[in-house]
């Protein structure tokens, strides 16, 4: 073996870093020569990876504010793998049932709601301009009664309870809140 070689570190044997460590006070200059680029070299690598992990985070601070329409993208697929796993699993479950082979059109039609709630900010979008949306996005045709019979199944699979449920952020529980005077006497 040359002198100037390192054997790899066979079972038993002392890491290499703990042999530099123990050169760290050789008297031979070119020793600690050896010995001070070594640790260079570390710090240049222990930079380097840090440098690579803050680009990584940053990369990722980004990714989670991108713009609401990929987020909308992104909450679209996420629906429609629940939705395909709710359908395949019926069990006996009418509406899903009834749904078989239409998930991906009622995901797509999703995206199309709120990508034109994103466009009519201030107010509601009407079913013809959701109807529009989807028809230039999927291709198919789809009029404002059609928009309206796809929004109340949305509706509806929002509130199933094994379908869209977990996406639907809800607000204050309904028992919490105070009973109106008025429709006491009604019930």
């Known amino acids: 073996m040359d002198d100037t070689e390192y054997e790899p570190e066979s079972k038993g044997a002392k890491p290499f870093k703990h042999i530099v460590a123990s050169l760290r006070h050789a008297k031979q200059p070119a020793v600690r020569l050896f010995v001070t680029e070594y640790y260079e070299r570390l710090e240049r690598h222990k930079r380097r990876k840090q ?3 803050s680009e990584i985070a940053r990369e990722q601070r980004a990714a989670k504010r991108a713009a609401p ?3 909308i993208e992104a909450e679209g697929r996420e629906r429609l793998k629940a939705l395909k796993l ?3 699993n019926r069990r006996g479950d009418k509406l899903l049932e009834q749904l078989v082979c239409r998930e991906e059109e009622l995901a797509e039609f999703w995206v199309a709601m709120k990508l034109a709630a994103l466009e009519s900010h201030p107010r509601a979008p009407t079913d013809a301009e959701v109807g529009a ?3 230039s996005r999927r291709g198919v045709l789809c009029n ?3 928009a309206r019979t796809r929004r109340k199944l949305v509706a509806a699979l929002e509130q199933h ?3 869209w449920l977990k996406f639907v ?3 204050p529980d309904p028992l919490s809140l105070p009973r109106d005077p008025d429709r006491a006497d009604r019930c």
Do not use: D, S, Y
């Open 144 to 146: 404002k009664n059609q």
């Open 69 to 71: 329409a990929q987020r």
């Open 86 to 88: 709710a359908v395949r």
């Open 133 to 135: 949306l989807f028809k």
């Open 169 to 171: 952020t809800l607000g």
């Open 161 to 163: 309870r094994w379908v």
């Open 51 to 53: 440098e690579i992990r």
